[in-house]
């Protein structure tokens, strides 16, 4: 596995170019466009305060920087560096701003959530719409880019407006029977629209594209309900994650529960894999333990970690969630299915430091990863079953069905792993610190690397 | 002394009247026994004296009567005698009586020890079941009480629930309210939120100084690089007619897709029809007793099989679809019903085993435990029947003892006839010894005169050599010689083995015990000797004999009991050996 030299940024803004080509990170209020595979600096823009958000069009062409103290939106072109694009919203503010499908209109959710603006590069046009919810998701654009579906809420109901991206064409309207909605997701082949509650009521509603319910699902009454919905690629399964620390999958012909994922503490199937982080800190004598060596930090620090294969039962480190606090940690947050929707993980949050991988061929639980310490990020790699996971420490983690490997990011001045990006080929990862970032480059994982190692120690 | 025995009796007689009489009323009767001592001396010296006699006597006669005893004196006879047996009489009845109640008195005293005690237990019980008589008194008052404490409690909870009955659905109510108003002030937040945000809209929207604005350095185009177009109900057409577009591939791949799982699935469904058919047809033959049952199956079976070629042919054919489903459904309630049959069956049968193997078994050991019996009692029969008859043989001739000796007799003889062969068998064995002995020394001594015939001849021949050439040897001649001697010495020892052989054998059979050793031992001394009793041939050979006499010394030492073949073999080898020298010699 090769590691790059570390590079500067803020508030982890890094994203790479769809076509993969490019690597646009934010360093305070400049942004540096690299080339992916020789990290050399292609361009460098300078933006007029610092960088609150960063994002590629879909073409790759343009970059969309906002500021959203200063309530302004700055695009830049990849082709001509000397085309520029200012978009001041004014005194309304600007809490979002996101580019639109066809990576030509920019959308600004603006203060209080107002309205949002649709501005056109191509023709200066502005649009408004009114009345968006505030909401956990209440803006999501279908995968084909055709169509935009939007949360509204106007005299204490909601209502779901889907539009066309083209030319912002209102094509259907519809009140949601929803008490608060919360969120809305198209599914991946774009015809069905799934829209669920708050976490005060378990409802979630899938809509055709047409705006016919198509079904509703709810599986409880009273206690806090869904807290993540996810749709696997195939646009075959629907995974609720919820508070009663449990995934529901709904399939795609009837719409009912065909599976359910409980994340119990102390884990009894004997075919499911229980991997468990074990560290090692590396023998220190008292004379290492000076001034100098604290100061160099890094390999002193750095301590030695590895899976160990634990035979059920497997107690699993449980955080009992304060009941007077809202927002209680607990439940399946994090919902995400392979690229071949051949597996899901999950991550319940009163057991912070365990990531669950489900086989959904089996329906049955195949892996389990018991950190040491809290699981910040997890994402699959686009193109193979493979899942990356950091923690927060100087380690990256992956797991395959062939087994879990852990690889010590090895570079000067403490790189903690705090995020992580695939690229769109599967075979880069884009590692973010506080204030770093770092390519890893695995173009051997399918040659010598540990992970292939592992597969003959499992 | 008949007095004086007189002057004891009477007290005594009065004592058990007394006895007698107190024997009624139990309580006086301590009080008589206390005074009877006293009474007793009372009377021994006032109730009879010499005056009295008359009186006493009639007093006494009077009392006995009383007694319903014979009386003691009669006075008919005119004589006051007094009838000596009758008092006697009396005196003894009235000791017996005396015994009587001193024995009932006994028994009465004890009855009343036992009553008196009987009387103290019960007065104790009847204390203690008063005791406790008070307790449970007092205890049911306890229990009472904290029955009424517990009632009491009872309604005060009762009342409790009653209030929090009350005050939950208060809450309840509360909370309703509480919700509805929420809801309410939520809604109407909402709405001057809302107001505000249109407000402050406008406000943001008519405010001069600060607007929105897009800073562009030149237009840039469409992605798709196409212009773009008005807004109009043509556009708005287009947009449905894509969704709608969009919807209908989504439900077509969707259909396709479920429509080749069904084919998957009908074509599974026809390879089961046909296992079943097949299955079902195949068990056909084999279960007789439901014939009936099966016939119109059968005809179903048929029909169907001839169907399902068809099916292929018009597979999306709602009514053929219905057939199918309709057959597989029919048969696999048939496969159903033979299975669950075929089950019934093979548990009727498993039980119906188990139990037979039980009873069968069970009975065929009792008829084989029979057959046994009989077949043992058959053979002890058989086995009397022969002893019957053996002692029957044999007790007719003679008996037993007769029997008994005839057969020692027998074996005496046998016996006998036995040593005697063996001793003839000895003898032989001796003579053909002796004449083997014989032989050897005539061997020997052959050899021993042809040593010294050759030696003649030699020197003879020397003689003539020397006779005839001045420079002659004297080896060759002797040689020649020898020669010859050797030739004469085989055809003897050949001569030898032949009743060598005789020998060997009734050897072998009669004597392969060491007795024979003693027999055998001088015969080898003896040839020891005879050897060596030719000293003056040593000279002329006596490396040949000395070899000969190693050989003898290894056989002594040699094995004893095998001595005997040894020995023959040493012949043998010995006579081969001189052969085998005597042809290396030519």
């Known amino acids: 596995m090769n590691f790059s030299e570390v590079f500067k940024q803020s508030n982890q803004l890094c994203k790479v170019s769809p076509d993969g080509k490019y690597l646009a990170t934010c360093v305070q209020y400049r942004l540096v466009v690299r080339d992916v595979s020789t990290l050399q600096i292609l361009q460098l823009y300078t933006c007029l305060d610092q960088i609150s958000h960063m994002d590629w069009s879909s073409d790759s062409l343009f970059i969309l920087c906002a500021m959203y103290k200063r309530g302004l939106v700055q695009v830049w072109s990849l082709e001509q560096p000397d085309w520029h694009c200012k978009i001041d919203e004014g005194s309304i503010g600007l809490v979002s701003s996101r580019w639109s499908p066809d990576g030509r209109h920019i959308l600004n959710t603006t203060e209080f959530h107002l309205r949002v603006t649709v501005w056109s590069l191509c023709t200066k046009a502005v649009s408004y719409i009114k009345y968006p919810k505030a909401c956990q ?37 519809f009140e949601t029977e929803t008490q608060d909605l919360a ?100 023998a220190v004598g008292s004379d290492d333990l000076s001034l100098h060596n604290i100061t160099i930090g890094t390999t002193l620090f750095n301590t030695q970690s590895k899976y160990e294969i634990c035979p059920p039962p497997v107690q699993v480190p449980v955080v009992k969630p304060d009941p007077d606090r809202a927002n209680p940690k607990i439940g399946v947050s994090t919902l995400a299915f ?43 790699d686009p193109r193979r079953p493979r899942l990356a996971l950091c923690t927060g420490n100087t380690k990256l983690y992956l797991w395959s069905p062939a087994g879990c490997v852990s690889v010590q990011v090895p570079t000067e001045g403490g790189f903690q792993v705090q995020s992580l990006n695939w690229h769109c080929c599967g075979e880069t990862l884009i590692l973010l610190g506080k204030d770093q970032l770092c390519l890893c480059d695995d173009e051997k994982i399918g040659g010598n690397t540990p992970l292939q190692i592992l597969n003959f120690t499992c | 002394m008949p007095e004086s025995s007189l002057d004891i009796f009477p007290p005594k007689v009065k004592d058990i009247c007394s006895s007698s009489i107190e024997c009624r009323p139990s309580p006086l009767r301590q009080s008589s026994q206390s005074s009877l001592p006293l009474h007793r001396n009372y009377m021994l010296s006032t109730f009879c004296t010499e005056k009295n006699v008359q009186e006493c006597l009639s007093h006494i006669s009077q009392e006995v009567s009383s007694l319903g005893l014979p ?52 007065q104790l019980t009847s204390t203690q079941l008063k005791e406790q008589l008070e307790l449970s008194k007092r205890e049911n008052t306890g229990l009472l009480e904290r029955e009424r404490q517990l009632q009491l409690k009872v309604k005060s909870l009762q009342n409790c629930l009653k209030n929090e009955k009350e005050e939950v659905q208060k809450l309840q109510n509360i909370i309703a309210s509480r919700a509805s108003q929420y809801n309410h002030e939520m809604k109407r937040k909402e709405r001057e939120f809302n107001k505000l945000r249109e407000r402050l809209n406008q406000l943001l929207v008519d405010k001069k100084e600060k607007k929105q604005a897009i800073d562009v350095l030149n237009n840039i185009g469409r992605a798709d690089g196409k212009r773009s177009l008005w807004k109009t109900e043509k556009t708005e057409a287009k947009h449905e007619g894509e969704m709608y577009k969009t919807l209908l591939s989504d439900y077509d791949i969707r259909q396709r897709e479920l429509l080749l799982e069904n084919a998957e699935l009908k074509k599974v469904l026809q390879q089961m029809k046909k296992d079943m058919v097949s299955i079902l047809s195949s068990k056909k033959p084999t279960l007789k007793d439901d014939q009936h049952q099966d016939d119109d199956i059968q005809a179903d079976l048929e029909e169907e099989v001839f169907d399902s070629s068809k099916e292929s042919v018009e597979l999306y054919c709602v009514h053929a679809r219905e057939k199918l489903t309709n057959s597989i459904r029919l048969q696999w ?24 193997t039980d009873a069968v078994s069970r009975e065929t050991h009792e008829e084989e435990m029979d057959r ?30 007769k029997a008994s000796l005839l057969s020692d007799c027998y074996m005496l003889q046998e016996k006998e006839r036995f040593r005697d062969e063996w001793k003839t068998l000895e003898e032989q064995r001796k003579i053909f010894e002796r004449e083997r002995r014989n032989f050897t020394e005539a061997a020997i001594r052959l050899s021993h005169e ?51 052989k005789l020998i060997k054998r009734p050897s072998d059979t009669t004597s392969p015990t060491p007795r024979c050793v003693p027999l055998t031992s001088p015969s080898t001394a003896e040839l020891y000797p005879t050897l060596c009793l030719v000293p003056e041939n040593r000279s002329t050979k006596p490396k040949r004999l000395t070899e000969h006499v190693e050989e003898s010394s290894n056989f002594l030492n040699g094995n004893v009991p095998a001595q005997h073949k040894h020995w023959n073999d040493r012949e043998d080898h010995s006579s081969h050996t001189l052969t085998k020298e005597k042809t290396s010699s030519i």
């Not at chain 1, 995968?143 to 109901?157: F, N, Q, T």
């Not at chain 1, 990863?369 to 699959?380: D, G, I, K, P």
Request: aromatic share 10%; hydrophobic share 35%; with cysteine.
């Open chain 1, 183 to 282: 969120g809305l997701e198209w599914s991946p082949n774009g015809c069905v629209l799934a829209v669920w509650d708050s976490c005060l009521e378990y409802k979630v509603l899938l809509y055709s594209l047409d705006g016919r319910l198509l079904s509703t699902y709810s599986a409880y009454e009273w206690s806090l309900g869904v807290k993540s919905v996810t749709w696997s690629p195939s646009s075959q399964f629907l995974a609720i994650g919820s508070y009663d620390e449990k995934v529901r999958i709904l399939n795609h012909i009837t719409w009912k529960k065909i599976a359910q994922f409980e994340h119990i503490a102390t884990i009894n199937n004997t075919k499911a894999v229980v991997y468990k982080e074990v560290e090692k800190r590396p």
């Open chain 2, 71 to 122: 009386p003691v004196w009669m006075e008919s006879g005119g004589s006051s005698e007094m009838n000596v047996v009758a008092v006697l009489n009396c005196i003894y009845d009235l000791i017996q009586l005396h015994r009587r109640g001193l024995r009932t008195l006994e028994n009465m005293e004890v009855e009343q020890l036992k009553s008196s005690s009987n009387l103290d237990y019960l």
């Open chain 2, 333 to 356: 309630r048939r496969l159903k019903s033979h299975v669950e049959r075929l089950d019934n069956q093979a548990s009727l049968a498993q039980i119906g085993r188990s139990k037979n």
């Open chain 1, 338 to 380: 392979s690229s071949d929707s051949r597996y899901l993980a999950t991550k319940n949050d009163n057991m912070a430091s365990v990531v669950w991988v489900w086989d959904m061929q089996k329906m049955s639980l195949l892996a389990v990863l018991e950190q040491t310490s809290a699981v910040r990020c997890f994402q699959w």
């Open chain 2, 450 to 500: 042809r040593k010294a015939f050759e030696d003649d001849r030699a020197t003879w021949l020397k003689h003539q050599f020397l006779n005839l050439s001045p420079f002659a040897d004297s080896n060759k001649p002797q040689m020649s010689k020898s020669k010859s001697a050797f030739l004469i010495s085989k055809t003897e020892a050949s001569a030898a083995s032949a009743p060598e």
């Open chain 1, 137 to 173: 998701k209440g803006i999501d654009f279908s995968r084909d880019g055709c169509y935009m579906a939007l949360a509204e809420r106007r005299d204490c109901k909601d209502y779901v407006s889907v539009f066309v991206c083209d030319d912002w064409h209102l094509l259907r309207h």
């Open chain 2, 372 to 401: 046994l019996k009989l077949e043992i009692q058959q053979c002890k029969d058989f086995i009397q029947t022969q002893h019957q008859l053996l002692q029957q043989q044999l007790s007719s001739p003679y008996d037993e003892e």
